[in-house]
């Protein structure tokens, strides 16, 4: 069967030091794979969407980037956090685009 | 405003009772997906109805879909305590490659 680990599920940097979270699929291959971020009590944010090694759709200018190194492997960085980038960051996977999403159980980053 | 827009934001009932929410959207479609979150934790994945459906039924769970309204409703029947979590509809807009997500409706069932 198929699982998503996100890690690490609770996060606390101080403003302008780097990020790495990072998601791994099992039990599938070629996913399509989504970062999204959440606001407290709020909808979500699609940030990233990648449907295959290396390729990496932005859907809003963002402090962060996303790779892609390995078909089920992917990455969410930042080089300086800001205070903004705080929330609820959530990775998921689909098999084809636009269908069923499989969520990670979330990594709450608090930027200080 | 968003694609997909989810009423009543907050929504209280005593158990046993049904429960209704509400999805408005503005763009067509391919599907439309329902999602339940409890607190903290990810997303679970509900339900889909596709553009040509018009209704859909899983277990308690019944979602309908007017494609010339542009809405959307989820009916829980016969709520539980173990039902409370916030519920979002998500659009797959057609020609992209991604779901956009509402807001989200918080429901509360009071034993």
């Known amino acids: 069967s198929q699982t998503i680990h996100q890690w690490p599920a609770t996060l606390v940097q101080p403003v302008g030091s780097p990020l790495s979270l990072e998601c791994t699929v099992e039990?599938?291959?070629?996913?399509?794979l989504y970062w999204y971020r959440q606001a407290a009590g709020r909808g979500l944010q699609l940030l990233f969407y990648?449907?295959?090694?290396?390729?990496i759709s932005s859907e809003v200018p963002q402090n962060l980037s996303a790779s892609r190194p390995q078909d089920r492997q992917f990455i969410l960085s930042s080089k300086k956090l800001l205070l903004s980038d705080s929330g609820f960051y959530l990775c998921?996977?689909?098999?084809?685009?636009?269908?069923?999403?499989?969520f990670g159980s979330g990594t709450q980053l608090s930027v200080l | 405003s968003q694609q997909g827009e989810e009423d009543p934001q907050a929504l209280s009932i005593q158990e046993g009772e049904n429960a209704t929410m509400n999805c408005s959207y503005k763009?067509?479609?391919?599907?439309l997906q329902w999602y339940r979150q409890n607190s903290g934790r990810g997303l679970v994945h509900l339900i889909l109805?596709?553009?040509?459906?018009r209704e859909k039924h899983s277990g308690r769970l019944r979602v309908t879909l007017d494609t010339s309204k542009k809405s959307s409703s989820l009916l829980i029947t016969a709520s539980r305590a173990a039902d409370t979590a916030s519920y979002f509809c998500?659009?797959?807009?057609?020609?992209?490659?991604?779901?956009?997500f509402g807001q989200g409706t918080r429901l509360t069932i009071n034993p």
């Open positions: 109805i596709r553009s040509n459906e």
């Open positions: 039990g599938t291959s070629n996913p399509n």
């Open positions: 998921a996977w689909s098999h084809r685009r636009s269908e069923k999403l499989f």
């Open positions: 990648s449907v295959g090694i290396g390729q």
């Open positions: 998500a659009t797959a807009i057609q020609g992209a490659q991604k779901l956009v």
């Open positions: 763009t067509s479609i391919n599907n």
